[in-house]
């Protein structure tokens, strides 16, 4: 670092000189304050140590001086004291000195000073450096956040599922234009009906994003996957001590985690039935209570509900309220399933292929005439979400540029030739004497009653295998067995 030295000691001002240099620093000895200080103007010096008592002029005018003027006002200046001195040195440190020294002078006193000074000065390049290259730095940041957003927006829009929607149905595509239209009404609860995998949530979150995107939270919840001891609070939170083993502090829910955005409900014909008409409040005022609370707080999301049930059905059977359907098919969307629109399968089939060909570092790129028959031909009874998994499963397995029929073998090794009911129930319940239809009539709801039993049976009582072996929730076998 160059430092300046001013004493008009010439032996003091040599010993100083001297100590630098085995610093290693580069020092210039000024016998003369004026001339230091005319120097001190037309070259920059960090730092300026300098003797008070001097007869041209003493240390206190040089540091005015040299703070005073733009070319060395940023410079540091250590003031050199004698022993009766000390009352001028805390003037001086008041009039911006960076430090002084006291006579005689010691060298690791010297040594930390420059280091110190060397340091701050280091500091003062750095930060006018970034205050003279801050617009321009602000706008490569900013230009750069802008881009990253915009790669994070078209990522969560092939996530999920905004962007690759596909549909050349009439019906489909009606339903997408109606899905638009909903979106640009919040206050419109929706509720989507149609076969498991149709695409109905693909279809909640166009509702929710439309075309633009949204940043504002797409929160969904399973009704048949949460116990109903658990749901109300998990929908409307709960404060500290509501219930046995409640969070401390309490909890907020899924309304509130919504806030300004999308409350999904999925599969809501399993909604508890003690929870149905509370949903309702919230979908009439906009307000809701935590479980154990005593506040009144703002429900702004909208409501998309889905359901892969018969909902019309279950309210002339007395399992879901009639007004909350009422209130939620204000909009109404029914998406139709997968054989009822066989133009649909060739693009979604060659966007599924493409997108795992790539994912998997495949090379497919086209489908054989022959094996699109196949997919064309095949009943899809798991809808879109069959076809995708199948389309994967295909690529996963094989590869080459062409999807060949003998890629898609296994379609016709898992579908039955002659199946008119295709639930594990029919295996066993639907024999040849349940089949003869009797002279009284049948009666229906018993026979449903009376295969849940059996299965019940069958898994000696345990009610989650027997829901699962019949395809249906455990909340909907528990209800039509209390029923």
Known sequence: MRIMIIDDNTNSLQSLSVV????????????????????????????VITDIRMPEMDGLSLLTELKAHPATGS?????????????????????????????P????????????????????????????????????????LKADLEKVRSRLKRVVGIGNVVAQAPAMRRAMDEARIFHRDPTVPVLLEGETGTGKEVLARLIHYGDTGTETPFVAINCAAIPHDLFEAELFGHEEGAYTGSRSGGSPGKLEAADTGTLFLDEVADLPLQLQPKLLRVLEEHTFYRVGGVKKRTFKARVICAANQNLAQLVEQGAFRRDLYHRLTVGH????????????????????????????????REIAPEALAMLQ???????VRELENAIERAVLINDGHLLQPRHLRFLQEHTPQEAPCTSAACTFALTPEALTLPEGGLDLEGLITQIMRKAVDKFDGNKSKAAAYLGISRFALHRRLQK
Do not use: C
Request: charged share 30%; hydrophobic share 40%; glycine share 4%.
């Open 20 to 47: 630098l240099s085995d610093l290693g620093h580069d020092p210039d000895a000024f016998s003369s304050p004026v001339d230091a200080l005319r120097q001190a103007r037309q070259q920059y010096y960090p730092l």
């Open 75 to 103: 410079s540091d200046v250590v003031l050199i004291t004698g022993h009766g001195d000390m009352h001028t040195a805390v003037e001086a440190l008041r009039k911006g000195a960076y430090d002084y020294l006291a006579k």
């Open 105 to 144: 002078i010691n060298a690791r006193e010297l040594a930390a000073v420059v280091e110190r000074s060397a340091e701050h000065q280091a500091l003062l390049l750095e930060n006018k450096d970034l205050r003279q290259n801050l617009d321009a730095r602000v706008d490569k940041v900013t230009g750069t």
């Open 333 to 364: 969307i029914t998406l139709p399933p997968l054989r009822s629109r066989p133009e649909d399968i060739p693009l979604l089939a060659e966007m599924f292929l493409l997108r795992e060909a790539s994912r998997k570092k495949k090379l497919f």
């Open 377 to 383: 031909q095949h009943r899809w009874p798991g809808n």
